[in-house]
């Protein structure tokens, strides 16, 4: 629906950066479908907020890395937890997804066409509200009533927050820049004396023999 104005090269902005991207949507999807109007999308807001994220999400990709991968969170987990990160503090788009990006270690980050329409969605429950800021940025803050619906989603909401957070250890165990470092040396050295072709077979014996007694000392580490 607004593909023309979305990035063509992934990890790309469109005109204008996501600010200006996110304000242009919600002003479309408003025309569109009648937010503001008090009329409602065929199957309600909810269905509609679903199908958006997965037309996104399928065209696209969800988040860093592309499409293909299993969701991070469906459109009521995510709407969660970007509810509990407007609860911790007010915030606009593209703080919430840093702020999930920043959780993650860097591993996650939901896509605008994600973090927008359940923003929309939010607003249209009455779970948060447009804060009064002297900027063009749409900063958001949570209602009484959105602080009772994490209350009465507690469980879930901690449940999610802690699928975040073993993201980001995750990523922080496995991302450890020496080690990485030492594998790409490792790799350069081993396929530089291989294509060199003048490895005798001592010599390959002796590489394998290395390579195996690196392998028993990582092991007992």
């Given at each position: 629906m607004f593909g023309h104005e979305y990035p063509r090269r992934r990890g790309a902005e469109p005109r204008g950066g996501w600010e200006e991207w996110g304000k242009r949507f919600e002003q479309r999807m408003a025309e569109k479908f009648g937010n503001g109007r008090g009329c409602?999308?065929?199957?309600?807001?909810d269905r509609w907020n679903e199908r958006m994220q997965r037309?996104?999400?399928?065209?696209?990709?969800?988040g860093r890395g592309g499409g293909g991968r299993r969701r991070m969170f469906d459109g009521s987990e995510l709407r969660l937890v970007l509810l509990k990160l407007i609860q911790d503090e007010p915030r606009h788009g593209y703080e919430l997804i840093k702020a999930v990006e920043e959780l993650t270690g860097g591993a996650y980050a939901p896509s605008p066409g994600m973090v927008y329409p359940a923003l929309t969605m939010?607003?249209?429950?009455?779970?948060i509200a447009e804060q009064a800021s002297e900027t063009t940025r749409k900063r958001f803050a949570?209602?009484?009533?959105?602080?009772?619906?994490?209350?009465?989603?507690?469980?879930?909401?901690?449940?999610?927050?802690?699928?975040?957070?073993?993201?980001g250890e995750h990523r922080a165990r496995a991302d450890r820049a020496p080690i990485r470092r030492a594998m790409r040396n490792l790799r350069t050295a081993l396929q530089t004396r291989l294509e060199a072709g003048d490895l005798s077979d001592e010599d390959a014996h002796k590489v394998a023999a290395i390579l195996d007694e690196a392998v028993q000392r990582i092991e007992r580490l």
């Open positions: 409602a999308p065929r199957g309600g807001w037309n996104f999400a399928e065209t696209f990709g969800e939010l607003a249209e429950m009455e779970l949570i209602t009484a009533a959105g602080t009772a619906h994490l209350a009465e989603k507690a469980e879930l909401v901690a449940e999610l927050m802690a699928r975040l957070a073993h993201v």
